[in-house]
């Protein structure tokens, strides 16, 4: 996960002042030094450390905290809002023209994630905000790239402009703007070129399309994995072409977090989005309130519950609370539950977002589970329709049968079937509570 060296850092530092009761200055300094060196082997940048500590300092030793009654709680809260202050305090939203489309340029260093990042923006703004975007495929230097940005287009059922690769990229800029105004699409995300490095070529005809189109956002599409060097082509893409905000991608995977806590102070442009894998459904908003949280194992709970309001249904909720009610549970509707987490994305992302949830013990082997789920996902795809609505017909040569169908033993086969009866003892008593009637026990 992200963040994790940082995150485990900086939670040990910041235990050590919570519960105290007094905060003395030497408290304070002990604590910066640690926040200090957690933040730079964290790989963000130097300078942006130095601020940020010299800030923190301040208030810490202000009367805001030593006047408190709980001082080492509000220095945490400082901790919290300095570090959200440095990604940008606000969530930057996305722009809108007063007359549409609004364009938006997508830049980049090759296998940034440019093209993926177009894909996943245009089924955001159309999930989200139930737009219509025109794609455009500028990168002409790649075939493959306008094949890659054509595959998008198709899994998204969205248009694709293109010109192939012999056409000059400033011409399928105009041409694709025209289109968009007579087919009404409210939005127009150019793909633009990438290179290994930044150079003069590219910079020329990034700033020959931006004079063409005026877009209203300047993506820069930058890989957190890269840390300070992301840093640094985020600063040189801004002077040379004036971006407006960034997209980190990679997210997902083990970055130290240096990027994401550098961008906005080194190019005082903010980070808008965070690519948080490969498939078009994982980027997100960029929190800088929520993150600051995540990192400090506060949890982002508000994050979590928008991501079971998109992909949990309302109205299967409402069928699966009928359900637990009038127990009548079952392995069909389990699988279905199961299909719904998945779709949040990795449990291990999940966990991050729940307070203090990578400080519990097991928890930090949740990529394990996903193992069993698959396992379990087998079981009860390799019951049939009967068995699944009655574990009761369950018997030992059914159990083999569907063990040699899920390639599982019968061990396995026992352990999902005690499970979904302690599932259903368990709606059973939260169903009993909330009649009323005393429930033994609980859940904890
Ligand atoms: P481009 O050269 O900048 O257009 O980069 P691509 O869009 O082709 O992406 C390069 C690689 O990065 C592809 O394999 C993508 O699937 C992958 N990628 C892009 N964004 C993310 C992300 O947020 N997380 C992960 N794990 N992979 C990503």
Known sequence: MAFEGLADRLQDTIKKITGKGKVSEQDVKEMTREVRLALLEADVNFKVVKDLVKRIKERAVGQEVMESLTPGQQVI??????????????????????????????????????????????????????????????????????????????????????????????????????????????????????????????????????????????????????????????????????????????????????????????????????????KLDQLEPFHP???????????????????AQTNVDEKQAKALEEKMRTMSFTFDDFLEQMGQVKNMGPLEDLMAMIPGANKMKGLKNAQLDEKQLAHVEAIIQSMTKKERQDPSLMNASRKKRIAKGSGTSVSQVNRLLKQFDEMKKMMKQMTNMQKGKKGKGGFN
Request: charged letters at 25%; proline letters at 4%; aromatic letters at 2%.
């Open 289 to 307: 309130e929520r993150m600051a949280s995540r990192i400090l194992g506060m949890g982002d709970v508000l994050s979590l519950i928008e991501k």
């Open 77 to 278: 809260k400082v901790v919290k809002e300095e570090l959200t202050e440095l990604m940008g305090g606000e969530q930057s939203k996305i722009a809108v023209a007063d007359r549409p489309p609004t364009v938006i340029m997508m830049v980049g260093l090759q296998g940034a994630g440019k093209t993926t990042t177009t894909g996943k923006l245009a089924n955001h703004l159309r999930k989200k905000h139930n737009r219509s975007p025109l794609l455009v495929a500028c990168d002409v230097y790649r075939p493959a790239a306008i094949n890659q940005l054509e595959t998008l287009g198709e899994q998204l059922s969205m248009p694709v402009f293109s010109m192939g690769t012999e056409a000059n990229p400033v011409d399928i800029a105009k041409k694709a703007m025209e289109q968009a105004k007579e087919e009404h699409n409210d939005y127009v995300i150019i793909d633009t070129a990438g290179r290994l490095h930044v150079d003069s070529d590219l910079m020329e005809e990034l700033e020959q399309i931006k004079a063409t189109v005026k877009p209203d956002e300047i993506f820069l599409v930058v890989d957190a994995m890269t840390g300070q060097d992301a840093v640094n082509v985020a600063e040189s893409f801004n002077e040379q072409l004036d971006i407006s905000g960034v997209v980190l991608t990679k997210l997902d995977g083990d970055t130290r977090g240096g990027a994401a806590l550098s961008i906005k102070a080194v190019t005082d442009k903010p980070v808008k989005f965070a690519g948080m894998g490969e």
